[in-house]
């Protein structure tokens, strides 16, 4: 683990390779004067660590700040990594301006939206950040099942896979009273979904604005290696101290074991006497069962995905019911 009290911009330079970054996750300053938000938040001045580095307000300004920053995030991540960056919506244009100009592939664009917001009284409550997934190219790390298994249902017996893939992440603020901290604290639930989807167990992640050092903690008990910056010293002697005392890969022991139990012919090409037995089971059951019902006993029938069965159901012609024209003159 290496993290270094300095600029990243400059630092980087000096210090990191191109192309050697596994995942790069960012959250840095949004250039809203953040560092006069205590009263807005109720927080206890004296839990709040001094120093914290503003991003300038101006948009031309923070336009120059994102693209030298972003400039060497891009130079130092593989071909295969993943960069996420976490912002609100004020200076959003200039990351997604810089991004494109920089020749980064948008994969998702995904919403972050926590429990609470700043309450006003002449627009709408701001309760949402937005979390953007890049990449230099499509062919990158991403652990489909390192969540949940396809065959894991909720109690309202809906995907538990699907829901955690859906790109609005309903994921609450950590409030911990009396604890110490920077302006501004990520939730770690956050933080490990984006790494254990985007990056496996020994690879490095890297974060340009360590903050509360939230990146850090959950990389390095996830066993991954850690390099990155903080600017602010304040932050940076009290968060390194902590994370010295930490044991590397010790919230590996604490994740759930996840099974994959995926259908035995998915991916199998279908074949026309398979698809008129389907067919023909899907028009009988329908008869006495619910669609749903019926789906479900057709997946496990055939051993076929729930999207393949309902994309031959939903192709079938029915009879046509014949209706007599009473008011016809013929």
């Known amino acids: 683990m290496e993290i270094w009290n300095e600029d990243c911009v400059e630092g980087s330079k000096k210090r990191i390779a191109d192309a050697s970054v596994d995942l790069i996750i960012c959250d840095p300053p949004f250039g809203i004067n953040e560092s006069t938000f205590d009263d807005i938040y109720k927080r206890n001045k004296k839990d709040v660590l001094d120093g914290y580095v503003e991003a300038p307000e101006n948009s031309q300004d923070y336009y120059n700040f994102t693209k030298n920053w972003m400039s060497q995030a891009y130079r130092i991540l593989k071909p295969s990594g993943t960069f996420y960056i976490i912002s609100g919506w004020s200076h959003l244009k200039e990351i997604l301006v810089s991004a494109d100009e920089l020749k980064l592939l948008t994969l998702n664009h995904c919403i972050w939206k926590f429990n609470f917001g700043v309450n006003t009284t002449?627009?709408?409550?701001?309760?949402?950040?937005?979390?953007?997934r890049f990449a230099k190219t499509e062919k990158v790390i991403f652990n489909t099942y390192c969540r949940f298994g396809p065959q894991e249902k909720s109690k309202d017996k809906k995907s538990l896979l699907y829901g955690d893939l859906e790109d609005v992440f309903i994921i609450n603020k950590e409030y911990i009273q009396?604890?110490?901290?920077?302006?501004n604290k990520l939730p770690e639930e956050l933080i490990q979904k984006l790494i254990l989807y985007s990056s496996n167990e020994g690879d490095l992640v890297c974060d340009f604005f360590m903050g509360n050092f939230t990146t850090a903690t959950v990389a390095n008990g996830l066993g991954r290696e850690v390099i990155g910056f903080e600017l602010n010293k304040h932050s940076y002697d009290h968060w390194i101290s902590v994370l010295s005392k930490e044991k590397k890969g010790d919230k590996l022991q604490n994740l759930k074991q996840v099974e994959v139990i995926l259908p035995e012919n998915q991916g199998k090409s279908i074949s026309n006497e398979e698809r008129k037995?389907?067919?023909k089971d899907y028009k009988a059951m329908m008869q006495c069962k619910s669609k749903n019902d019926t789906i479900q006993f057709l997946m496990k029938k055939y051993g076929r995905g729930k999207f393949s069965i309902i994309n031959i159901v939903e192709s079938i012609e029915w009879d046509k019911p014949i209706i007599h024209n009473f008011f016809s003159t013929e």
Not at 122 to 132: A, G, M, N
Not at 178 to 183: A, D, L, P, R, V
């Open 277 to 279: 037995s389907i067919e």
């Open 122 to 132: 002449t627009k709408f409550v701001t309760s949402h950040y937005h979390v953007l």
């Open 178 to 183: 009396n604890e110490t901290k920077n302006k």
